[in-house]
């Protein structure tokens, strides 16, 4: 066969076929159930992503929305493919991909999905009674809409208490898939998703999976990107193009213990993320907020890591800023320092002051 020759055509490369242990992993993801919590009197909705994505693509296909394929996406995707490097996946991230002519899909996905809610409503519960509106304000942690010429998609995130959030995203046209190589995975769950479930495991550890799975790399080269994840390496491509420049996700990576693939070029990433994370966010009340933000959402139960993250992010942006003016940086980093100095206050911890020159006077806009 000739298409097995060295003349591979480069997409071929983006893809991988899933082996049997990781389809296993795969299945275990899917049926593992999750709780959704409700607020106020709403009963936690205990949920198994696969009978969730299957409820929310039939509903979708009934409503007249084309699916083309649903894939898992992020931490999750990368835990399944690498499991024993200690990476933790908080969020599921499930991907349908949709079209999306207008903007009034939008609104159907959303009554789509808080219709499958209701449907899990336990048994004795009045459904009749209850509005999507109110389905919203008890189970949806967070919805995005977005809908321009290079991106057209949606997010609806279902709350969980322990930062294992349901993340449920429809995307049309998304310009920019990934932040870091080792991040860059989707598996596509379709085949798996119409495969009745095996009651029985195979045994032979290395037989050929039941049904062909395939991830996809979207950061373009599967093999380079799975020696990422493996030997904990930060690469990426074009960081001017990702929301925020990647910068907040660098510094977590850099605290998890990955390093830079090519210490030749993190300078250059570096300052690219930088710059653009001060265009998106040229504001010291707003970066202050994303950080905040981020820290909320990424460090649950690693109350001790925050410090360390927010003094890694500080060393970043003091070492590779070039875009902006002198007291705009110093306000910056004013703004990060007193942020480590409150997380360490919360932790009673005495701080290791080696690096720390000198702690300015906070400025007088924290304070309000």
């Known amino acids: 066969d000739s298409g097995m020759s060295e003349t591979k055509p480069k997409s071929s490369q983006r893809f991988h076929s899933l082996n049997t242990e990781q389809v296993e992993v795969l299945h275990q993801v899917l049926s593992e159930v999750v709780p959704i919590h409700g607020r106020g009197n709403f009963p936690t909705l205990e949920l198994r992503p696969r009978d969730i994505i299957i409820a929310v693509r039939a509903r979708l296909q009934k409503q007249g929305i ?13 835990h ?11 969020d599921l991230d499930i991907i349908f991909g949709v079209e999306l002519p ?15 809610l209701l ?10 009674r209850i509005s999507s509106a109110t389905m919203k304000e008890a189970y949806v942690q967070k919805m995005v809409k977005v809908f321009n010429e290079h991106d057209r998609w949606s997010l609806i995130s279902l709350s969980n208490n322990s930062g294992k959030n349901l993340e449920l995203k429809f995307v049309s046209v998304l ?10 995975f989707q598996i596509i769950l379709d085949r798996l998703l119409d495969t009745p479930e095996q009651k029985t495991t195979p045994q032979a550890s290395d ?14 080269d599967f093999e380079a990107a799975m020696d990422h994840l493996r030997y904990r390496l930060i690469a990426t491509r074009n960081p001017e193009e990702i929301r925020g420049g990647g910068l907040l996700k660098y510094s977590n990576l850099l605290v998890r213990d990955y390093r830079p693939a090519s210490e030749t070029q993190i300078k250059t990433l570096e300052r690219y993320m930088c710059s653009r994370f001060f265009i ?14 981020y820290l909320k959402n990424h460090f649950i139960g690693e109350e001790r890591s925050k410090y360390q993250y927010l003094m890694t992010l500080r060393r970043v942006v003091d070492d590779s800023t070039v875009c902006l003016m002198g007291h705009e940086r110093r306000q910056t980093l004013n703004m990060i ?15 290791n002051t080696d690096h720390v020159t000198c702690f300015y006077q906070p400025a007088p806009y924290l304070a309000e």
């Open 119 to 128: 449907d899990c409503l336990p048994a004795g519960v009045n459904r009749e």
């Open 207 to 220: 037989s050929v999976p039941a049904v062909e799975v395939l991830a996809e790399s979207m950061y373009g």
């Open 337 to 351: 320092t007193v942020l480590a100095l409150k997380v360490l206050g919360e932790q009673n911890i005495i701080p």
């Open 175 to 184: 310009r920019r898939q990934f932040e870091f190589s080792v991040d860059s």
């Open 102 to 116: 207008s903007q009034e899909e939008f609104q159907v996905i959303k009554e789509s999905v808080l219709g499958c």
């Open 80 to 90: 399944v493919l690498v499991r024993d490097n200690g990476t933790t996946y908080k």
């Open 280 to 293: 998106d966010f040229p504001d010291v009340q707003e970066q202050q907020r994303k950080i905040l933000s």
């Open 66 to 78: 084309t699916v083309r394929d649903v894939r898992l996406n992020g931490s999750t995707a990368s």
